[in-house]
């Protein structure tokens, strides 16, 4: 069994940080009740229909935004219920059908159009939704991580930060990932992102949605290493941001990390042992000789423990080819919610400025810089990252 000699540890982190993950950010996740991972199913689903119960009296009642609050936080609840249960089962596909149940909710209620895009994919379809799909807005593909789904993560199920920037978009499951994996059995292989977002992009363009000029793409945390290797293949992808980084050696996030992470992973490949899971690492690594053209945003925090700033410097000097920008946020960690060196902002926000800025036609800052936390005025007031940190190799 994946990670089960580190199980009494994980149980130990849920109980002292109420998270399964990234405990540097202080952020309770799970309510108090949840003492073990193993809780966590129960828990959360049972908040969850409480949630959604809520938000359908909401609805009959004619509070439209109330409801769609409420069916935002008991999507995100039945999605993180189904989410820590690391084996098929009858009850993982439930939870996951009555989330989206709630984003049919959603989608209803919305004052903007949403709609359900099914991608074909190896004989499968990856599931989407297309927001603003109509406009002639610029369209905007996010990749959420291996811990977020087309409808959370840093997207949110009203793609709101995205949309408010200009953009329509195209929010994706991919291959291992939410309603892909656990209702359509689309398994995560080697290279399967890159051909997920070349098969989107070329599903669209079928619709009629999208002319096949210009596409921007934002990936998030292990979306970050898939968001480069589909840069890196597909030429019509004219503008790349990356935060939350993890594209780096995976084996401290899969090893030194919670084992959270190497239990979600060996259920998006469909791994049962970590002789098979060893191999699997081996055959994802970032090749060398990768080459990203288009104009990056790399967004990393200072003490990311599953990407080093070291390890982003890297990819600017030997794989990003385009006009490029590294920001390092100051004492930042894994995520990048409120962050300081962004004066409160988060750095979806900051990316999202830096394509669209991109997208209109605007040269964007290229260099390697780093954004303090304690003075400035974030991202509108860089300095040169120079030698980092200060007289040692990182």
């Keep these: 069994m994946i990670a089960r000699e580190q199980q009494w540890l994980q149980d130990w982190l849920i109980r ?13 996740h799970y309510p108090t009740a949840v003492r073990a991972e193993s809780m966590i199913p129960k828990i959360l689903a049972r908040e969850a229909s409480r949630q959604d119960k809520a938000a359908r009296a909401a609805q009959a009642a004619g509070h439209r935004q109330s409801a769609l609050r409420l069916y935002e936080m008991a999507l995100r609840s039945y999605v993180e219920a189904q ?3 690391f084996v098929e089962s009858d009850w993982k596909r439930s939870l996951m059908q009555r989330a989206q149940a709630c984003m049919d909710a959603i989608m209803a209620l919305a004052a903007h159009g949403i709609e359900r895009i099914d991608v074909p994919f190896d004989g499968k379809t990856l599931p989407g939704l297309l927001h603003d799909g109509r406009s ?3 369209l905007l593909l996010y990749m959420p991580g291996m811990d977020g789904t087309k409808e959370t993560s840093s997207v949110g199920p009203l793609a709101a930060l995205l949309r408010s920037r200009g953009f329509r978009v195209l929010s994706l499951d991919g291959p291992g990932q939410g309603a ?13 992102h890159a051909r997920a977002i070349t098969a989107a992009l070329d599903h669209l363009q ?4 999208w002319d096949g000029e210009a596409a921007y793409l ?4 292990m979306g970050t290493r898939w968001g480069l290797e589909a840069a890196a293949a597909d030429r019509r992808i004219r503008g790349l941001a990356i935060i939350h980084a993890c594209f780096g050696d995976q084996r401290p996030l899969l090893y030194e990390a919670p084992p959270r992470f190497r239990k979600v992973m060996a259920y998006m490949a469909g791994i049962a042992s970590e002789e098979e899971f060893a191999d699997f690492i081996a055959a994802t690594d970032l090749p060398v000789d990768l080459r990203v053209e288009c104009p990056t945003f790399v967004g990393i925090g200072e003490f990311d423990p599953l990407t080093t700033v070291a390890e982003a410097r890297t990819l600017m000097a030997r794989t990003l080819r385009g ?3 590294l920001y390092v946020f100051e004492d930042a960690f894994h995520g990048g919610h409120d962050l300081d060196a962004l004066c409160g902002l988060s750095a979806i926000e900051a990316a999202t400025d830096w394509l669209a800025d991109l997208a209109r036609g605007r040269v964007p800052a290229r260099g390697e810089f780093f954004l303090s936390a304690h003075g400035g005025v974030g991202i509108y007031s860089p300095r040169p990252l120079g ?3 200060e007289g040692e190799d990182n």
């Design 387 to 389: 030698s980092y940190p």
């Design 218 to 221: 934002l990936g998030s945390s």
């Design 180 to 192: 892909a994996r656990v209702l359509n059995g689309v398994l995560l292989k080697p290279g399967a």
């Design 206 to 209: 079928s619709l009629g949605v």
């Design 136 to 138: 002639e807005r610029p």
């Design 16 to 28: 002292q940080a109420g998270t399964s993950v990234n405990a540097e950010s202080g952020r309770r």
């Design 323 to 325: 006009p490029s920008a």
């Design 83 to 85: 989410h820590n249960l």
